[in-house]
């Protein structure tokens, strides 16, 4: 039975070719060192590949990313990332992206059980009871809705994290901004727009919640 990885390996030696006839040097140069302009924190669903959907090479975005986009202080995981792209890397742009059709939200508005996600997903649930409108939507909405407000919240949670502090505290130039992207389409929409040290985050996120409320709630 052939080996279905035998041929990604060989996807790879194409794609090293094309990339060496197009730069000779690009390997090169990226092995020296990573200078990405822009953190993406993103879900880890196959379907939004963070290169790709933003024009961008290897080496220009520093991605992390996990099921649901979410950010949460005892995470280390992200905590780790995002003070390595603060404080090491000097990434001036922090990108959360979220998306429509998300599994981790759609998992989040059922009452059943799913097993280990539940853990992870708790932070979703909490949205959706914070929120009782969304509910009441109708039900091609609700997802979408909840996906956006989901963005908002973990944007907020980033700006309140310690190295997010931290880095304003010394004033650092680090902005935030919150995407959605609709895998159905291929574009991205922007949620919130380069928060910064003198934003006021929750009262930003609460602006623009309602204007998702207004715009799939009417």
């Not at 990434?91 to 059709?101: A, D, M, Q, S, T």
């Not at 109708?138 to 997010?164: D, F, S, T, W, Y």
Request: net charge neutral; with cysteine; aromatic share 6%.
């Amino acid at each position: 039975m052939p080996d279905p990885l035998t041929d990604l390996i060989a996807n790879n030696r194409r794609w090293v070719a094309g990339v060496n006839a197009s730069d000779p040097t690009f390997f090169q140069k990226l092995a020296q060192q990573q200078r990405p302009q822009y953190m993406w924190i993103g879900c880890c669903d196959s379907r939004v590949p963070a290169n790709e959907i933003i024009g961008l090479l290897p080496g220009q975005v520093f991605v992390h990313r996990n099921v649901g986009n979410v950010v949460q202080a005892n995470d280390l995981n992200c905590m780790s990332a995002v003070q390595y792209a603060v404080e090491v890397l000097g990434i001036p742009h922090l990108i959360v992206c979220g998306h429509y059709n998300c599994g981790a939200v759609n998992a989040s508005l059922d009452d059943l059980a799913h097993g280990l996600i539940d853990y992870w997903i708790w932070p979703i649930k909490e949205i959706q009871r914070r929120n009782p409108w969304v509910m009441k939507l109708p039900r091609e909405r609700i997802g979408n809705a909840m996906g956006e407000l989901n963005v908002l919240e973990q944007v907020a949670n980033l700006a309140e994290c310690k190295v997010l502090r931290r880095a304003w505290s010394e004033n650092r130039a680090v902005d935030l901004t919150g995407w959605i992207y609709d895998v159905g389409d291929g574009r991205l929409r922007t949620l919130l727009v380069r928060l910064d040290r003198d934003s006021d985050v929750r009262a930003l996120v609460a602006k623009a919640g309602e204007e998702i409320h207004a715009r799939l709630g009417a």
